[in-house]
């Protein structure tokens, strides 16, 4: 496969000169001469604008490009200080440990030029150890960190240890890479401020703020939005860059031999052709997938190719390397290190890389299909070409909307800007945190109010827990000692779970659960640089999970259903032909099977199911619209159940999602991982009762919501618009992966869908039908139709398996089944609504379908029998015996 073949487009962006400014007047000489020590008789513009701006003091975000020099821009102002003022101390956050390892050692030769005795800095993280600890609180004038720091040592600890000296004289505040906090990361972090704050006053401290940001649409806002203070913006860019060479790479088509078109070759088996040509050119350079899985596939892969195809291949496989989330923090610096002093020649990253770590002077990058964002394309390829040589950079497309749409209109990447950063520091649940972390720090009053907007209504219900009491008029922490431990900031969830090598019992990584339920459950393959391992037990209870190593030619990928519940409505709007609503609802997700994939080829190997369905269910915020009469006749009829009942074929609701999803994604500029586009359970009713309303659900995946889903009520039009573009803009002929999730689908009829959101329309003849070949599931050991006949041995089965609520069920005398529905038979009135609560009822779903050949879509409901046994002396004698024991 050679990558000139596959280019499909490419850009030069011409090399740009410096633009330079003599030292401000302002500057003191000893920094003058420190400047002209080291070779630099002027600054870029941005650098002294910012110099100046901060001496006013300002608090500034700047904005420049990668490599542009921001860290002098803001060292430069904060050292002055330092030199005339002794005590005063300015606290570095960056968004990792390696960035701020990588940072220090930035500023090591400032401290080597001054001497100790005029300027000390520390990192502090949580590999720091006790005596070093100790001394960067007492002497450090510069302490660099991270957020979990800051969360859960400063912070909780502000009079204690020398803190308290620390935040008296806090006169700097320092953000580095701010555009990384989005999400729940960026409102985590908000809320960290809001306490900062609190403390600096207790201490009568007043920081300023000086970030640093890659390039987005909202720079300032987000700054405010999560330091709490005005900012003003520095932009204009005084620094050279060399010339920078951009290739779009299309992966070939693959064609059947009805020559019809079934998809592209996978962005990663391009990318493991390409690297090899790397190597053996001795470029050096970064390749960024985009996901953990896909990293170590391309690495993998890449080794292979490098093993069987060079002459020289046994030596050549160890010049690359894989670098992401999950590896140890000693691994990442002996990778680092090898990139800089040159025995390594590439790394296979995530966008851990994205970040300004020092690895060496790269000329290559690759994007293995589009980042998910123009900030995460800029900060990417911008990793290329720092020391001033020329780069290239790589880009190939996948087979997704984003990705196809950047193949056809190339400006819509290069000629138009950046995307928004969101976050809601006002979300419940994240705001709930931290004012239970702010009470133990200092207690809660009056004028806390303006910092957490929902105070009034969180006191009291931490008073009727009996973690706050009243005094004096404040409300004091009265809980355990620690809340401020009790919370991630990189998520909302708190649960993580451990994956350990059964061999040596060494943990290999960790994340959160959901995480954990996709990637590490019994049966998976996951891959640990280049290294494979299976999972042998997935432990709920310790929140661990066992692997031992694997030499298979595949990997797995998760197989999961999303059950969405309505909580309440909390607006609502027409649009066109459809009622628009945004309120609350629960959301369950879960994982029940896992399908194999052979190595470079990515075929299909079958699927397996899990022994047990791993569920999580979270409240959250959504947009739902109600789907139009007429699309969810067409759309039904169109459904086609596979053999064992247990697959639905030919679901142009699927389709429908997915085009709503990528439009929703591309106008409320957020990612894969921020929202979820779902159907209602009823829109897959093949028999049985067809009255429900069929919704589909736009939802923030994380609990309490983060405001995207309410983003996409207020937008409503432009999304509905977008997709209708983008599905009738894509230049396939029946439908694809790119434009409507899969090609068995018909692009027509998904299009007519859309369309019918708007206006009512004929639906189109000669809808395509395809012909599915056999699947390979686990035979249930029970047929949903026999279960009335079968009930005992049902419950028996249940019960030696180990099942929640396999002893509730055995206390059923009989079920009976009408359609889908099963109907359990009780004699008690009070069962009935305590088995019919939705969680209750959801879980006994979900057990039945798992261990029954049971159609999609079933319901519970509950017969009550009055004529067996009736238990009314047994109520009487029962409340008669409560009466006595309580007089």
Same mark, same amino acid.
């Given at each position: 496969?050679?990558?000139?073949?596959?280019?499909?487009?490419?850009? #030069? #962006?011409?090399?740009?000169?410096?633009?330079?400014?003599?030292?401000?007047?302002?500057?003191?000489?000893?920094?003058?001469?420190?400047?002209?020590?080291?070779?630099?008789?002027?600054?870029?513009?941005?650098?002294?604008?910012?110099?100046?701006?901060?001496?006013?003091?300002?608090?500034?975000?700047?904005?420049?490009?990668?490599?542009?020099?921001?860290?002098?821009?803001?060292?430069?102002?904060?050292?002055?200080?330092?030199?005339?003022?002794?005590?005063?101390?300015?606290?570095?956050?960056?968004?990792?440990?390696?960035?701020?390892?990588?940072?220090?050692?930035?500023?090591?030769?400032?401290?080597?030029?001054?001497? &100790? %005795?005029?300027?000390?800095?520390?990192?502090?993280?949580?590999? !720091?150890?006790?005596? &070093?600890?100790?001394?960067?609180?007492?002497?450090?004038?510069?302490?660099?960190?991270?957020?979990?720091?800051?969360?859960?040592?400063?912070?909780?600890?502000?009079?204690?240890?020398?803190?308290?000296?620390?935040?008296?004289?806090?006169?700097?505040?320092?953000?580095?890479?701010?555009?990384?906090?989005?999400?729940?990361?960026?409102?985590?972090?908000?809320?960290?401020?809001?306490?900062?704050?609190?403390?600096?006053?207790?201490?009568?401290?007043?920081?300023?703020?000086?970030?640093?940001?890659?390039?987005?649409? %909202?720079?300032?806002?987000?700054?405010?939005?999560?330091?709490?203070?005005?900012?003003?913006?520095?932009?204009?860019?005084?620094?050279?860059?060399?010339?920078?060479?951009?290739?779009?790479?299309?992966?070939?088509?693959?064609?059947?031999?009805?020559?019809?078109?079934?998809?592209?070759?996978?962005?990663?088996?391009?990318?493991?052709?390409?690297?090899?040509?790397?190597?053996?050119?001795?470029?050096?350079?970064?390749?960024?997938?985009?996901?953990?899985?896909?990293?170590?596939?391309?690495?993998?892969?890449?080794?292979?190719?490098?093993?069987?195809?060079?002459?020289?291949?046994?030596?050549?496989?160890?010049?690359?390397?894989?670098?992401?989330?999950?590896?140890?923090?000693?691994?990442?610096?002996?990778?680092?290190?090898?990139?800089?002093?040159?025995?390594?020649?590439?790394?296979?990253?995530?966008?851990?890389?994205?970040?300004?770590?020092?690895?060496?002077?790269?000329?290559?990058?690759?994007?293995?299909?589009?980042?998910?964002?123009?900030?995460?394309?800029?900060?990417?390829?911008?990793?290329?070409?720092?020391?001033?040589?020329?780069?290239?950079?790589?880009?190939?497309?996948?087979?997704?909307?984003?990705?196809?749409?950047?193949?056809?209109?190339?400006?819509?990447?290069?000629?138009?800007?950046?995307?928004?950063?969101?976050?809601?520091?006002?979300?419940?649940?994240?705001?709930?945190?931290?004012?239970?972390?702010?009470?133990?720090?200092?207690?809660?009053?009056?004028?806390?109010?303006?910092?957490?907007?929902?105070?009034?209504? !969180?006191?009291?219900?931490?008073?009727?827990?009996?973690?706050?009491?009243?005094?004096?008029?404040?409300?004091?922490?009265?809980?355990?000692?620690?809340?401020?431990?009790?919370?991630?900031?990189?998520?909302?969830?708190?649960?993580?779970?451990?994956?350990?090598?059964?061999?040596?019992?060494?943990?290999?990584?960790?994340?959160?659960?959901?995480?954990?339920?996709?990637?590490?459950?019994?049966?998976?393959?996951?891959?640990?640089?280049?290294?494979?391992?299976?999972?042998?037990?997935?432990?709920?209870?310790?929140?661990?999970?066992?692997?031992?190593?694997?030499?298979?030619?595949?990997?797995?990928?998760?197989?999961?259903?999303?059950?969405?519940?309505?909580?309440?409505?909390?607006?609502?709007?027409?649009?066109?032909?459809?009622?628009?609503?945004?309120?609350?609802?629960?959301?369950?997700?879960?994982?029940?099977?896992?399908?194999?994939?052979?190595?470079?080829?990515?075929?299909?190997?079958?699927?397996?199911?899990?022994?047990?369905?791993?569920?999580?269910?979270?409240?959250?915020?959504?947009?739902?619209?109600?789907?139009?009469?007429?699309?969810?006749?067409?759309?039904?009829?169109?459904?086609?159940?596979?053999? %064992?009942?247990?697959? #639905?074929?030919?679901?142009?609701?699927?389709?429908?999602?997915?085009?709503?999803?990528?439009?929703?994604?591309?106008?409320?500029?957020?990612?894969?991982?921020?929202?979820?586009?779902?159907?209602?359970?009823?829109?897959?009713?093949?028999?049985?009762?067809?009255?429900?309303?069929?919704?589909?659900?736009?939802?923030?995946?994380?609990?309490?919501?983060?405001?995207?889903?309410?983003?996409?009520?207020?937008?409503?039009?432009?999304?509905?618009? %977008?997709?209708?573009?983008?599905?009738?803009?894509?230049?396939?002929?029946?439908?694809?992966?790119?434009?409507?999730?899969?090609?068995?689908?018909?692009?027509?009829?998904?299009?007519?869908?859309?369309?019918?959101?708007?206006?009512?329309?004929?639906?189109?003849?000669?809808?395509?039908?395809?012909?599915?070949?056999?699947?390979?599931?686990?035979?249930?050991?029970?047929?949903?139709?026999?279960?009335?006949?079968?009930?005992?041995?049902?419950? &028996?089965?249940?019960?030696?398996?180990?099942?929640?609520?396999?002893?509730?069920?055995? !206390?059923?005398?009989?079920?009976?089944?009408?359609?889908?529905?099963?109907?359990?038979?009780?004699?008690?009135?009070?069962?009935?609504?305590?088995?019919?609560?939705?969680?209750?009822?959801?879980?006994?779903?979900?057990?039945?379908?798992?261990?029954?050949?049971?159609?999609?879509?079933?319901?519970?409901?509950?017969?009550?029998?009055? !004529?067996?046994?009736?238990?009314?002396?047994?109520?009487?004698?029962?409340?008669?015996?409560?009466?006595?024991?309580?007089?």
């Amino acid at each position: 496969m050679n990558i000139r073949d596959l280019i499909i487009y490419n850009k #030069i #962006i011409p090399k740009r000169e410096a633009i330079y400014e003599n030292f401000p007047s302002t500057l003191s000489e000893e920094l003058c001469g420190y400047l002209s020590e080291k070779g630099i008789t002027k600054l870029y513009c941005h650098q002294a604008e910012m110099f100046e701006k901060a001496i006013e003091k300002n608090n500034i975000v700047i904005t420049t490009s990668t490599a542009s020099g921001k860290t002098l821009s803001f060292l430069l102002p904060v050292i002055q200080d330092i030199l005339s003022n002794p005590l005063a101390r300015a606290i570095f956050i960056y968004p990792t440990k390696a960035l701020a390892s990588d940072q220090y050692r930035a500023i090591l030769p400032y401290l080597e030029f001054f001497g &100790e %005795n005029r300027i000390s800095a520390g990192v502090y993280d949580g590999d !720091t150890p006790v005596n &070093e600890r100790s001394r960067i609180r007492k002497s450090a004038n510069i302490i660099l960190t991270n957020p979990e720091m800051l969360n859960g040592a400063f912070l909780p600890n502000h009079s204690k240890f020398g803190f308290d000296f620390i935040f008296s004289n806090l006169k700097y505040v320092v953000i580095d890479e701010l555009h990384t906090y989005r999400g729940a990361f960026g409102s985590h972090l908000a809320n960290v401020f809001r306490r900062l704050g609190r403390i600096c006053r207790y201490y009568n401290s007043s920081p300023q703020y000086l970030c640093s940001s890659a390039t987005i649409a %909202n720079p300032v806002e987000l700054a405010e939005e999560i330091c709490g203070q005005k900012f003003i913006r520095i932009y204009k860019d005084g620094s050279p860059a060399a010339e920078r060479k951009y290739a779009l790479v299309q992966p070939p088509k693959i064609m059947g031999k009805d020559k019809k078109y079934y998809g592209q070759v996978q962005t990663t088996t391009v990318a493991a052709d390409l690297i090899p040509d790397l190597v053996e050119s001795g470029n050096s350079f970064i390749a960024f997938a985009k996901s953990r899985r896909n990293v170590e596939v391309v690495l993998k892969e890449s080794r292979d190719k490098l093993e069987s195809e060079s002459f020289f291949g046994a030596s050549l496989k160890d010049k690359i390397s894989g670098y992401r989330g999950g590896y140890t923090p000693l691994e990442r610096k002996e990778i680092e290190n090898k990139m800089v002093t040159g025995v390594l020649r590439g790394l296979i990253s995530t966008n851990a890389l994205e970040l300004g770590i020092d690895i060496g002077k790269i000329d290559t990058t690759v994007l293995v299909g589009y980042p998910g964002t123009r900030a995460s394309f800029w900060q990417q390829t911008g990793r290329a070409g720092r020391s001033g040589g020329e780069c290239t950079n790589y880009f190939i497309l996948d087979s997704l909307p984003f990705d196809q749409y950047i193949g056809v209109n190339p400006d819509w990447l290069f000629e138009r800007g950046s995307e928004n950063a969101v976050i809601d520091k006002n979300n419940l649940l994240i705001q709930l945190a931290h004012i239970r972390a702010a009470a133990a720090e200092i207690p809660l009053t009056l004028d806390d109010i303006s910092l957490f907007p929902d105070l009034g209504e !969180t006191i009291p219900v931490l008073i009727r827990a009996s973690e706050l009491i009243s005094q004096s008029g404040k409300f004091a922490w009265s809980g355990n000692s620690y809340p401020a431990g009790d919370f991630s900031l990189r998520n909302i969830d708190k649960y993580r779970y451990k994956l350990i090598n059964k061999e040596n019992n060494k943990e290999i990584t960790e994340m959160d659960e959901m995480q954990a339920f996709r990637e590490i459950h019994n049966g998976a393959i996951y891959m640990h640089d280049g290294v494979q391992y299976q999972v042998i037990k997935l432990d709920l209870e310790s929140r661990t999970a066992y692997a031992v190593p694997f030499n298979g030619n595949y990997y797995t990928m998760p197989g999961s259903n999303t059950n969405i519940r309505i909580i309440q409505g909390s607006k609502e709007i027409y649009y066109k032909r459809v009622k628009v609503t945004f309120g609350d609802v629960n959301v369950d997700e879960i994982v029940y099977m896992y399908k194999k994939l052979q190595f470079h080829n990515h075929q299909n190997l079958g699927f397996e199911q899990l022994e047990k369905p791993l569920s999580k269910d979270f409240d959250t915020e959504s947009t739902w619209v109600k789907v139009p009469d007429n699309v969810v006749k067409v759309y039904r009829r169109l459904l086609q159940e596979s053999e %064992n009942g247990k697959l #639905i074929r030919n679901n142009h609701f699927e389709g429908l999602c997915y085009a709503m999803k990528n439009a929703a994604m591309m106008a409320t500029m957020t990612e894969q991982e921020d929202i979820g586009v779902s159907m209602s359970n009823s829109a897959v009713q093949i028999s049985g009762d067809f009255s429900a309303e069929v919704y589909m659900f736009i939802y923030d995946k994380y609990i309490g919501g983060l405001g995207y889903s309410e983003k996409a009520f207020d937008i409503i039009a432009q999304i509905i618009d %977008n997709a209708i573009k983008m599905v009738g803009g894509c230049k396939c002929e029946n439908g694809c992966a790119a434009c409507i999730g899969d090609y068995k689908l018909d692009k027509a009829v998904v299009l007519w869908g859309l369309k019918n959101l708007l206006e009512e329309i004929e639906a189109p003849k000669d809808i395509k039908l395809v012909e599915y070949g056999p699947s390979t599931f686990i035979k249930k050991p029970f047929q949903f139709s026999e279960l009335p006949e079968k009930w005992n041995e049902f419950c &028996e089965h249940l019960k030696g398996n180990g099942d929640t609520f396999a002893a509730f069920l055995s !206390t059923i005398p009989r079920v009976e089944i009408d359609n889908s529905v099963l109907m359990l038979v009780t004699n008690n009135a009070f069962y009935k609504e305590w088995i019919m609560e939705e969680s209750n009822k959801r879980s006994l779903i979900n057990i039945i379908s798992f261990h029954t050949e049971a159609p999609l879509g079933i319901d519970l409901r509950i017969i009550l029998d009055n !004529t067996e046994n009736n238990r009314t002396d047994v109520k009487n004698k029962l409340q008669r015996r409560y009466d006595n024991l309580v007089k």
